[in-house]
């Protein structure tokens, strides 16, 4: 038994497209019966992204929105200030690469020297500095209630997706209240988050009453970058690390993960949820659910 899927995803400001040419090829093979069978599997292609004339990261990506991708990446490192005056975003898909322009003369030579691998997938990176990037936020205490996240996990597991359609691909979805707005997904969770940012900063849509939730682990990374993008509120159905929580903690990050059916868990800021739905009200989520926590 599965998850009934939604077919009316209208009140999404941008939705998945399942259906999108270049994101997913049909391949053959077997299954454990020897069977012939076809499957969709989603595609990977590399993305150059440039800041003015330095080459600042090639990510692998499904391809779509890379100039959200490449907008937010340069955000959330810090390399784009929230004062830059963005000039142009160029995108040749010839050469697979996002060129983002501004009138201030930028050079990262020494911040490109401190980047580190993380835990996250798909060339998710951290650089050295970014930690100090924390020492002036300040998130506001925004308060969360239940409803908003029962409502929220109901409605996002059964949004039509590339998750249901191929798999191997981790979502992240923008929410206000209990309405999800803007639905990413790509082959690294950090990508989508990413995308997020990048579609945030575009259109200057603010931060402060967000909640930003992620099939992925709730990992530091993923902290950092939710915090950096001043959204107060991190949900996943998937778990923790001890460094994100941590992390959280700090900065006053609320930070709920495990969420499935009636349950949660919540690790930091649980004095900003207010409990306005019984959770024996809300229906037990099947077993074999449509999506499952991606990690």
Request: hydrophobic share 40%; charged share 25%.
């Amino acid at each position: 038994m599965q998850l009934a899927k939604l077919d009316n995803t209208s009140d999404y400001l941008i939705a998945p497209d399942p259906r999108a040419p270049r994101l997913t090829r049909t391949v053959a093979g077997f299954d454990h019966e020897g069977t012939r069978i076809q499957t969709n599997v989603v595609e990977e292609r590399p993305l150059t992204i440039f800041l003015n004339g330095q080459e600042i990261v090639t990510a692998m990506t499904i391809g779509d929105y890379p100039d959200y991708l490449a907008l937010g990446f340069l955000r959330n490192q810090g390399m784009l200030r929230a004062s830059d005056d963005i000039t142009g975003v160029d995108y040749d898909e010839e050469l697979e690469t996002v060129v983002v322009r501004t009138a201030r003369k930028t050079d990262y030579e020494e911040k490109m020297r401190k980047k580190t691998r993380t835990s996250g997938c798909a060339v998710g990176t951290v650089f050295g500095d970014m930690m100090a990037g924390l020492e002036g936020v300040s998130l506001p205490p925004s308060p969360v209630k239940t409803s908003w996240l029962y409502a929220l996990s109901a409605k996002i597991n059964r949004t039509p997706s590339l998750y249901l359609e191929a798999g191997a691909i981790h979502g992240t979805v923008l929410c206000q209240e209990d309405k999800p707005l803007v639905y990413m997904e790509d082959v690294g969770r950090h990508n989508a988050v990413d995308k997020i940012a990048g579609w945030m900063l575009a259109e200057g849509v603010p931060a402060a009453d967000k909640l930003l939730y992620t099939t992925g682990r709730l990992t530091s990374e993923m902290v950092i970058k939710t915090a950096m993008m001043g959204i107060p509120v991190l949900a996943s159905r998937s778990g923790f690390t001890a460094w994100g929580v941590e992390i959280a903690q700090q900065v006053g990050l609320t930070l709920i993960g495990r969420m499935k059916g009636q349950r949660f868990l919540c690790l930091s800021g649980e004095d900003r949820l207010l409990r306005d739905t019984d959770p024996s009200t809300v229906p037990q989520e099947p077993r074999r659910a449509g999506r499952k926590g991606a990690e």
